[in-house]
């Protein structure tokens, strides 16, 4: 039974980062791929190239971004809620989403433009060779319209890129938001 | 009788130059001014009945979520005799927030700053250092609790409101009841919420979301165009205006500004499946196409909770979408999934006012408490994948809203006024069973101009 409860502690404390200790070095060949596939998708979402992206994705894909909740004392650090999300997504779900993108979605239409920046990209391997998770940081601007301020988003991702055919393909995607109550007045764009 | 107590604004404008009850007119100033925002903050969020969260939220004693009502925040608690408390979060010492966190369990809630302590029912424990009263010897211990709001808890949503003698829960709900009890108390554990509310704040009024959940359903053929584009809700891009999938039914509505939207479960069933509802029974008709939540094995218990008129309903014309005012939206929506099943998506949304150009959207989730895990994990991803932050329909509203207010604070737009005029007039269907004002076919204006004149009669009232 899953405890829904809003007030409930998530017991199990909070996952961050990464849990995998076998770290793959700065600098290395395979971290220089990973880094270099995290830029080429930062790049075709903000030109909304958005079948290139999907050509990143693997079939088994699970997207998802949790709520974050303000908790004191002795749960200060549980602040990561993931029975509700703001994305709750899987390969199909994407493409019905990017379907949506290419006829009358108003959200997007016109567009946002957008930059997404990637930081602090941390890769470990996982169980399964040539699965790695990788935890960066991602910051993006948004300008909507012709509004002189951008709405803005700060967040972890946690992933795993798995080799596939000589190329990186995204199979976990938990997408860590720092506010509790977001300021970007939608989630019509992928983070 | 039309003139009741009311205001002028500081440009001498009145309630009745904002709201035009006899062209059905609503000047777009309302959405940008700050002297009627004030105002709607007395008048509307601390008088009228608010939603702040579900018990489902809260299971034990102790246990909290801290909501707001209109700006003023509040600690929504369970006390160790199973009662909910709905508490002003300031302290009565100095004014601080008496608690930091958005949710957690307490058995006493003690102030950072001074250390003044209250019970989750917001009686005052005491301050520290006790042998030195340091809440002085002017006033009891009784009178230093933290300030109580009225509480109602129905079908599991917990309501409050600052006007202690006012309006009882009953006659705030007026003849919706007969409805609404078919969507939240149709069970014998009722709904559950599925986990904290998603929030976000859009850069608009209040109102502007606000008349919208007064039943708005024509603007779903243009603004959620891609609903039918992607074969959602029946029909082709090419036949959205001339089938105008899911506008005809029966929209229900009260002059507290409440309504709801009632469409043919039959219309309905034609968009999901090749199979006719004719000739079916009642109960063969709910098991074809439960209700969105409703799982076949809980279809026993509609006729239990629900009299035969109200099941008869659901298995026939179920209420779907709608608001109750002033803030909240109701979506109760059949949500067919790629891989064929249907458990649908209920969401219910509270639109609290930010400042008057700032609106928090809170949409809480929510699944049949004795459904199936697999069912909720079901309905939670259509309720995301459809509603709120990221829904493919509300990204739109979110979208559009701010637009409106940006035109809002035109010196020349603000005076262009807001149009309810296609309006169908109240009519009682043949054999319609509930009560309210009724308006049977295309869904038109009628029930979000009775918003427009709940907002009018409290704000005429000082």
């Known amino acids: 039974m899953v405890n829904y409860a809003t007030a409930a502690v998530e017991k199990a404390g909070v996952m961050r980062g990464l849990v995998s200790t076998n770290r793959v070095p700065l600098g290395s060949e395979i971290y220089n791929r990973i880094l270099e596939t995290l830029y080429d998708e930062a790049a075709a979402l903000d030109e909304r190239r958005f079948d290139d992206w999907v050509a990143m994705l693997e079939e088994d894909l699970l997207y998802t971004a949790p709520v974050r909740l303000t908790r004191n004392g002795p749960n200060k650090d549980r602040d990561v809620m993931r029975t509700m999300m703001h994305f709750d997504d899987n390969y199909q779900s994407i493409l019905m989403r990017t379907g949506r993108l290419s006829k009358s979605a108003w959200a997007e239409d016109p567009p946002s433009r957008t930059r997404r920046f990637v930081t602090n990209t941390r890769v470990a391997e996982c169980e399964t060779a040539g699965e790695y998770e990788v935890s960066s940081y991602l910051y993006v601007e948004r300008s909507r319209f012709d509004v002189a301020h951008n709405e803005t988003l700060s967040a972890e991702r946690r992933d795993i890129w798995r080799m596939v055919g000589g190329a990186y393909k995204l199979a976990r995607r938990e997408i860590i938001v720092d506010q509790s109550t977001l300021g970007m007045s939608n989630l019509a764009i992928f983070l | ?462």
């Open chain 2, 1 to 462: 009788m039309l003139q009741k107590a009311t205001f002028t604004l500081s440009d001498g404008a009145t309630l009745d130059d904002l709201v035009k009850r006899d062209t059905n007119e609503v000047m777009l100033r309302v959405m940008s001014d700050e002297e009627l925002y004030k105002l709607e903050m007395e008048r509307i969020f601390a008088k009228t009945w608010l939603l702040l969260a579900h018990d489902t939220e809260i299971p034990k004693a102790g246990d909290f979520v801290v909501r707001d009502m209109g700006e003023d925040q509040v600690i929504v608690t369970r006390d160790r005799n199973d009662e909910i408390h709905v508490s002003l979060n300031v302290c009565p010492h100095r004014g601080m927030k008496v608690c930091t966190a958005e949710a957690g369990n307490a058995h006493a809630h003690r102030c950072i700053y001074h250390g003044w302590a209250f019970r989750p029912d917001g009686s005052f424990i005491g301050a520290p250092v006790e042998k030195e009263q340091m809440h002085g010897n002017r006033m009891s211990k009784d009178q230093l609790g933290l300030k109580k709001a009225r509480v109602q808890v129905y079908g599991g949503l917990i309501f409050a409101t600052w006007d202690i003698e006012g309006p009882s829960f009953d006659e705030y709900l007026g003849d919706m009841k007969y409805y609404l009890d078919q969507l939240f108390c149709r069970t014998d554990s009722g709904l559950e919420m599925l986990g904290p509310p998603q929030r976000f704040v859009l850069p608009c009024n209040w109102k502007i979301p606000g008349e919208q959940s007064g039943s708005d359903g024509f603007h779903t053929l243009t603004l959620h165009r891609s609903l039918m584009e992607g074969g959602i809700m029946g029909g082709t891009a090419e036949s959205i205006y001339d089938n105008a999938p899911g506008m005809y039914g029966v929209d229900v509505s009260c002059e507290q500004g409440h309504s709801l939207r009632c469409l043919e479960a039959a219309q309905t069933f034609k968009m999901f499946s090749d199979m006719s509802f004719e000739g079916k029974s009642v109960e063969e008709r709910l098991s074809m196409l439960p209700p969105p939540g409703i799982t076949k094995e809980l279809i026993p218990q509609l006729f239990k909770n629900l009299s035969p008129d109200q099941v008869e309903q659901l298995a026939t014309i179920p209420p779907q979408v709608g608001g109750l005012f002033p803030n909240i939206l109701v979506a109760f929506i059949f949500a067919p999934r790629t891989d064929g099943g249907s458990s649908g998506a209920l969401a219910l949304h509270t639109y609290v006012p930010r400042g008057p150009d700032k609106v928090e959207f809170v949409n809480f989730i929510f699944a049949e408490k004795d459904a199936p895990e697999q069912v909720k994990r079901d309905m939670l991803q259509n309720s995301i994948q459809q509603t709120g932050t990221s829904g493919i329909i509300e990204q739109d509203d979110a979208d559009t809203w701010p637009q409106i207010m940006r035109n809002a604070r035109g010196v020349v737009s603000k005076d262009i006024t807001l149009k309810y005029q296609a309006l169908h007039g109240h009519e009682r269907p043949e054999g319609w069973k509930g009560g309210g004002l009724l308006y049977p076919g295309f869904t038109k204006d009628d029930t979000q101009w009775n918003w427009w004149m709940a907002y009018y009669n409290l704000m005429a009232e000082a």
